[in-house]
């Protein structure tokens, strides 16, 4: 599978941002799906997950509340909506799939992985 991810840009803190991942293939409901970022000189960091039919979901500390991972398997696309956006939020997002696991935080669980997207947020 092949997974494209855009949405990203440059926002100021407190506004928000939808991020869409789109894959390509016609098994995108068989694979969990997850978002990870990397922030500047940082390592790369689990932010959400979601399973095959959308029920479950699992976030990272640093975004509960704030973010929202969800998927339409019409359409074979995931979503991030990223609301009360903070600098420390600024990284390239990566959207990933995972064939095995139910979800999961573990970035080394996931066997495709998008190109990343830069969300930039200013103070």
């Known amino acids: 599978v092949q997974l494209q991810a855009f949405g990203g840009g440059l926002v100021q803190a407190g506004g928000s941002l939808r991020l869409s991942c789109a894959a390509s293939?016609?098994?995108?409901?068989?694979?969990?799906m997850g978002w990870f970022r990397q922030p500047p000189g940082k390592e790369r960091e689990f932010v959400a997950a979601?399973?095959?039919?959308?029920?479950?979901?699992f976030y990272g500390d640093s975004v509960k509340g704030r973010f929202t991972i969800s998927r339409d398997n019409a359409k074979n696309t995931v979503y991030l909506q990223m609301n009360s956006l903070q600098p420390g939020d600024t990284a390239v997002y990566y959207c990933?799939?995972?064939?095995?696991?139910?979800?999961?935080?573990?970035?080394?669980?996931?066997?495709?992985w998008g190109q990343g997207t830069l969300v930039t947020v200013s103070s």
């Open positions: 293939g016609r098994t995108f409901s068989s694979y969990a």
């Open positions: 979601i399973g095959r039919n959308g029920g479950s979901t």
């Open positions: 990933a799939a995972n064939v095995k696991y139910i979800f999961s935080s573990d970035s080394g669980r996931y066997d495709y």
